[in-house]
């Protein structure tokens, strides 16, 4: 059903809104089985060496180049619930074709093939994702657009991480007899993927569509690259985000593969320390933005950028022999921070991006953002695999040794091999883009300790509304401002109201 403009019923939006969720769980239920450890997993039984487990994380990202032809597709054809249907649809098929890989092809081809179905997945997905932003931009209302992403979001992850832990739990406690029969588990787990992914479309066919509205002008597609770049502040915004995407990115593909060939871990250890990120990254997000809203996101980003990667440095240690006993201690640890970090860093990279851009030129701003981004996310990875074998067998070691009458004590207190080099390299290019966000300039930004402070109150205020003896208030960014003023190490607590007519010290 095609509706002109917004004119959507009661009764429709209702519909809309429930099978919009619904699609919202099958497809994150499709996407974490098939990507991911799983992915990474499945590579590696088909004899995937660390160049090729780069590729596979570079491409995806790369891919999102087309996001600005797609755009323009969108805009020629304007039929997005057609464009969406037809490219998830084959975004699914190619899933579907992944899962085939051991029954069909010879393992010595197999890679081939899953690169070539990872490129037309990666593809496909890109080209719906542009029309379902569109189409779901005059589909859900305006003033229900947040609350109901956000429930959405939260929703659909809790159901995608149980999901994940019962398949890795499948995969770890059957033992099958031989490597091919090892790699059909993983099929199988790909092929439930799919089925879920089919149910999701059933439920986006099932959601009307609203004519597009006409736009007032054409920009032109070297204008549309080159403008955000002449935007002095936005340029700052573009270098610090491919900058700070090509660090992360030069880790974080390879930590499945460093905890699977290296630490030995099993696939459900590592889901399990998967959601535990996604649980903290969860209960972050509201947090972070209640602080976003309140200060700037450059703020934020200042605390959790930082804290990212010394996350990333962290690992590092996770190799130390005499550490051997607090390695899952020292992870569980490490992924409880990333999950903080990576909840303000998502969210405020994300907004940040729309308040800098200017009015009436979102689409082509962040459009050039999506490139720049992707470009790092996809060229770190493909660096880290081409220098993989070189650094997997190099080694540093620093090592404090006693020598005494009595005898010598040698302590070794640093030992860099294979991935820890990345880790490494990671953490020294994200303390680069970390000196490019401080000259990135928005409205509200304070400094690093007042929203270290408002993190703690805030924290503080949550979990005693936890609490059965706290008290039931709400943490509400229109009810009032928590701030921490150091004095004498102790803590003064302003509470101030929006309007900023009464403050009331405790």
Known sequence: MISTGNSFSEGEIQKNLKNITIDGYTSKIMVVLSTGPFLVAFALLLGANNFIIGLLAA??????????????????????????????????????????????????????????????????????????????????????LGVFYSKRIMLSTTISLIASLLAAIYIDYWVPSNLKSQIFRYSIIFIIAFI?????????????????????????????????????????????????????????????????????FSITLIIFFTIISQITTILFLRIWGLLVDRFSNKSVLNICCPLLIICIFAWIFTSLPHLYFFIIP????????????????????????????????????????????????????????????????????????????????????????????????????????????????????????????????????SMRNLSTIGGIEKISPSYSSVMFIPKRNKFRIKNRSLSGNKRKRI
């Open 196 to 264: 879920f992914g089919m149910i999701s479309i059933y439920f986006i066919s099932r959601i009307s569509e609203s004519r597009m509205i006409e736009s007032e002008s054409k920009i032109k597609f070297s204008k549309m690259i080159i403008e955000p770049f002449k935007d002095k502040n936005y340029r700052n915004l573009l270098i610090f985000l491919g900058v700070w995407s090509f660090a992360i990115n030069l880790a974080a593909p390879f930590f499945t593969v460093y905890m699977l060939k290296k630490l030995q």
């Open 59 to 144: 491409i995806p990202p790369l891919v999102q180049i087309i996001h600005i032809p797609s755009i323009q597709l969108v805009e020629k054809i304007r039929k997005r619930r057609i464009i969406t249907l037809i490219s998830l649809t084959l975004y699914r098929i190619c899933i579907f074709l992944m899962a085939l890989i051991p029954f069909i092809y010879s393992l010595e081809f197999g890679l081939i093939f899953l690169i070539i179905f990872l490129i037309l997945q990666s593809v496909f997905a890109s080209i719906g994702h542009t029309s379902w932003a569109s189409w779901m931009h005059d589909t859900i209302p305006l003033n229900q």
């Open 330 to 461: 020292l992870l569980i640890i490490i992924h409880i921070f990333m999950g903080i970090s990576m909840a303000g860093i998502i969210l405020a990279t994300q907004n940040i991006s729309l308040k800098l851009a200017p009015k009436g030129k979102g689409n082509s701003y962040l459009a050039v953002t999506t490139v720049v981004t992707s470009l790092g996310l996809g060229i770190a990875p493909i660096i880290g695999g081409i220098f993989a074998d070189y650094f997997e067998s190099s080694e540093l070691m620093w090592t404090l040794t006693w020598t005494a009458p009595n005898g010598n004590f040698s302590f070794q207190t640093l030992r860099l091999q294979g991935f820890d080099f990345y880790f490494i390299f990671a953490f020294l290019i994200g303390l680069i883009s970390l000196f490019r966000l401080v000259k990135i300039k928005e409205v509200g930004d304070v400094k690093r300790k007042v929203i270290f402070y408002e993190l703690i109150a805030l924290m503080k205020n």
